[in-house]
């Protein structure tokens, strides 16, 4: 009977001390050390069950790996974007913000996640596009900043908003890309500007020329000499209307102009290219044919 008693005890003691091991780890498994193992001699149920849980535990380790990996990878990818990345809750509070974001609004992202934007940034346009970019319920909205330096210059960012709703379809995160236009704006302006120039540098000894070749035509000389110069004054005029279809895209996309549409003949507009290209034509054997007969064609 105490042989029993004696046996029985020890293995309790056996069991208890595993058990109590199991539960050590646990512990320290659950405050993220997943370094740890339990190390078990018996092959009994507590040496199987030790087995299973140092199998979960590296199950767990690399699975947490993985996911740090991952998450490394991400915050290396977000950090090098070339725009700046502003991602907000619908309250307009910080989540997340790459380092070009920061530079371009003057904050840092340390201390601010969670924060309401007005608290650390100035401009209330951008809460005018995050707000507007929640209303339209995931259609991408766009807006331009102008944002006053020190400088006395203007820097121009080009914002970009999409509301991107959450896994679990509780919460909604928006996503602004900000690019820095400032440089594009500017060369748009010379552009235009260097267009505006030249168009009108251009027409003024235009305009000359398609006078004093209406005077001559109309004087007193032979008819294949005036059908010469009606075709060098349609090709003045057609110059004149190129320079003055420069002026009037440099003024579309200023938005000063609006497009209107109008039909044109085929067999007129191939007639007058006909007339246009024969001198060139004539003096290398070549004849160029029309197609069209039909007068009433437009498009």
């Known amino acids: 009977c105490c042989a029993i008693y004696f046996i029985y005890n020890i293995s309790i ?42 199998e979960m535990v590296l199950t767990l380790k690399e699975s947490s790996d993985k996911l740090i990996l991952e998450h490394t990878q991400s915050q290396i990818i977000i950090s090098h974007i070339p725009e700046g990345l502003l991602v907000t809750d619908t309250n307009n509070n910080l989540i997340l913000a790459n380092k070009k974001a920061e530079l371009m609004f003057n904050f840092s992202n340390t201390g601010n996640q969670g924060k309401f934007l007005l608290d650390f940034i100035e401009q209330k346009e951008l809460l005018v596009l995050l707000n507007e970019a929640i209303q339209k319920n995931k259609k991408v909205n766009y807006k331009e900043l102008h944002i006053d330096k020190p400088n006395h210059k203007t820097q121009i960012f080009a914002l970009t908003s999409a509301l991107v709703p959450n896994i679990k379809k509780s919460k909604s995160q928006v996503i602004t890309i900000i690019r820095d236009i400032t440089h594009e704006k500017e060369l748009d302006a010379l552009r235009d500007s260097f267009l505006t120039t030249v168009s009108h540098e251009l027409r003024t000894p235009l305009t000359s ?60 507009c191939l007639e007058q290219l006909v007339t246009r290209f024969t001198p060139i034509t004539s003096n290398k054997a070549l004849k160029i044919i029309t197609p069209f007969k039909n007068n009433s064609i437009f498009l």
């Open 13 to 54: 003691q056996k069991i208890t001390s595993s058990i109590d091991i199991l539960s050590e780890v646990a512990k320290k498994i659950t405050k993220g050390d997943l370094d740890q193992q339990v190390y078990a001699k018996t092959h009994d149920e507590i040496g199987e069950l030790s087995h299973l849980f140092n």
């Open 209 to 268: 020329i398609i006078g004093f070749i209406d005077i001559v035509k109309n004087s007193d000389i032979k008819e294949d000499q005036k059908q010469h110069l009606q075709i060098a004054l349609d090709e003045t005029l057609s110059l004149k209307s190129m320079i003055d279809d420069l002026l009037d895209l440099s003024r579309m996309r200023a938005g000063k102009i609006e497009l209107f549409y109008s039909k044109i003949n085929v067999k007129e």
